[in-house]
């Protein structure tokens, strides 16, 4: 047989056997792609989850799935991420807390480190942080609730979405700067913490504004002091923590990861997505009205970002003795 014969036979048999050279691969994404949210339906990451995956998947040309993974304050779901495979068809919303905090409690045994085994794709909003009650508490300003915490040591409680959560270091804090006793309520996710503040099971939160937002709206809650300097444009007065307890400041932020080793191509097309989904002022209304501040940063501005925050709660952490249950 003559051997260019030769050669197209062994072509034609290697097509066949799935061989196909690279240019002849489809593109990414090849399939429906999932975005694993870590917490409770219902709470500011779910939220973030849901109304990005609506506005992203047009642009990414396929479904794109939320599926909630609870437990270990975000770890749960950052590991069945990690697990899916480094392809880019699963991708992790992947908040603060998880990143930056869990991994460093002390004592923590989680599945592995989100913030080793994840890499940046972008950063989509961030979130002040506030403190929250009951409308009908008796507590009505910052101010209020330190004097009971004053008068009566280890009687007040305030409710996080789980040991380690950025609620929960939140409120450790608060408990440094302000020299008060507060006992930690954790929670399996924010949704089911605001329940049991709402039933007057425990006294307070701070928390995403956004994971309280209709609440807020709907008299439920009262929004007493909010967590950084920023002004939220729907409470344009509304006092600071730091009026009351000097030195108190905390931002959250919400964005998107992708395991270690994800191919280049992948996390350029989920960013290129993403940048053009959060210039939709559909998409930016939305989230400001879920008391988000929309607020996009690529995959090296949102890296930096992680690592600056890491280094940041490694102090609280260590300054409070702060342990994993």
């Known amino acids: 047989m003559p051997k260019r014969r030769?050669?197209?036979?062994?072509?034609?048999?290697?097509?066949?056997?799935?061989?196909?050279?690279?240019?002849?691969r489809a593109e990414f994404p090849e399939r429906p792609l999932r975005l694993i949210s870590?917490?409770?339906?219902?709470?500011?990451?779910?939220?973030?989850?849901?109304?990005?995956?609506?506005?992203?998947?047009?642009?990414?040309?396929?479904?794109?799935v939320v599926e909630n993974r609870t437990g270990a304050n975000g770890a749960i779901g950052a590991a069945e991420t990690v697990r899916a495979g480094a392809d880019g068809h699963t991708a992790f919303q992947c908040p603060m807390g998880t990143l930056t905090i869990a991994p460093q409690l002390q004592g923590a045994t989680l599945p592995l480190d989100p913030g080793l085994e994840l890499v940046p794709v972008a950063n989509l909003a961030l979130s002040s942080y506030g403190l929250i009650v009951k409308a009908d508490s008796p507590y009505r300003s910052v101010a209020d609730l330190i004097a009971a915490a004053r008068a009566q040591p280890g009687r007040l409680t305030f409710a996080s979405a789980g040991v380690g959560s950025a609620q929960h270091l939140s409120g450790e804090l608060l408990k440094r700067l302000a020299g008060v006793d507060i006992v930690h309520v954790p929670y399996r996710g924010a949704a089911?913490?605001?329940?049991?503040?709402?039933?007057?099971?425990?006294?307070?939160?701070?928390t995403n504004l956004g994971d309280a937002m209709r609440q807020i709206q709907g008299g439920e809650l009262r929004l007493l002091a909010q967590g950084d300097p920023s002004r939220f444009p729907l409470f344009p007065d509304l006092p600071r923590i730091a009026d009351t307890v000097p030195g108190f400041e905390v931002t959250g932020w919400f964005g998107i990861c992708v395991?270690?080793?994800t191919p280049a191509a992948a996390i350029?097309?989920?960013?290129?997505?993403?940048?053009?989904?959060?210039?939709?002022?559909?998409?930016?209304?939305?989230?400001?009205?879920?008391?988000?501040?929309?607020?996009?940063?690529?995959?090296?501005?949102?890296?930096?970002?992680?690592?600056?925050?890491r280094r940041t709660w490694r102090e609280v952490i260590q300054a409070g003795n702060i342990r994993a249950n």
Not at 15 to 20: E, S
Not at 47 to 63: F, H, N, T, V
Not at 273 to 294: K, W
């Open 6 to 24: 030769i050669i197209l036979a062994a072509a034609l048999a290697l097509a066949a056997l799935g061989g196909a050279p690279p240019a002849a």
């Open 268 to 309: 350029r097309r989920w960013e290129a997505a993403l940048r053009r989904a959060m210039a939709d002022p559909a998409l930016l209304r939305r989230l400001q009205d879920a008391g988000f501040t929309p607020h996009f940063e690529d995959a090296e501005t949102f890296a930096r970002r992680v690592e600056h925050d």
């Open 259 to 261: 395991p270690r080793g």
């Open 38 to 64: 870590g917490f409770a339906a219902g709470g500011a990451s779910d939220l973030i989850s849901r109304l990005i995956a609506e506005a992203a998947a047009p642009l990414l040309g396929q479904r794109i």
């Open 192 to 206: 089911p913490a605001i329940v049991d503040i709402l039933g007057g099971r425990t006294d307070f939160m701070i």
